[in-house]
């Protein structure tokens, strides 16, 4: 075994928890913290149901994030071999029911719930782009 592998199987933890979760994703939490108090600027300007429906996208988004992560922890320090199939089909799950809330949401604050849609959708593309950051970051060292 080398040094590297060595280092990363320590790292991994005995088990999944949602304060690991919690410790590891505080970035994002604070990013979406920052985008849903910017959300609430909105309001300032008599539109608080579009404010609270953007932060309120950012929310669902972030709760998805956490969903995931932790689902993936679990996996990871389980040691289980899921097969392609089973991902798939939790992974289908938890966006079909993130939809029907989001979309249930959007119809039932409509004109303004179109803003949680699009702070569910700000949300996304910020986390992938700190998701891919460090990712190009560690291709660029090797």
Request: hydrophobic share 55%; aromatic share 8%; proline share 3%.
């Amino acid at each position: 075994m080398t040094d590297e592998t060595t280092a990363v199987t320590t790292s991994l933890p005995d088990h999944a928890s949602v304060g690991r979760v919690l410790r590891d994703q505080r970035k994002t939490i604070w990013v979406a913290a920052a985008l849903m108090v910017l959300g609430l600027f909105f309001g300032q300007y008599d539109e608080w149901t579009l404010a609270f429906c953007i932060a309120g996208g950012v929310l669902l988004g972030l709760v998805n994030h956490l969903v995931t992560e932790y689902w993936l922890l679990r996996i990871i320090t389980g040691g289980a071999q899921p097969t392609r199939g089973q991902l798939t089909r939790t992974t289908i799950v938890r966006l079909a029911a993130l939809s029907v809330v989001a979309i249930g949401a959007a119809v039932a604050f409509w004109p303004a719930g179109i803003g949680l849609l699009l702070g569910l959708a700000i949300f996304r593309l910020i986390s992938l782009v700190m998701t891919a950051l460090p990712l190009l970051k560690e291709l660029k060292n090797t």
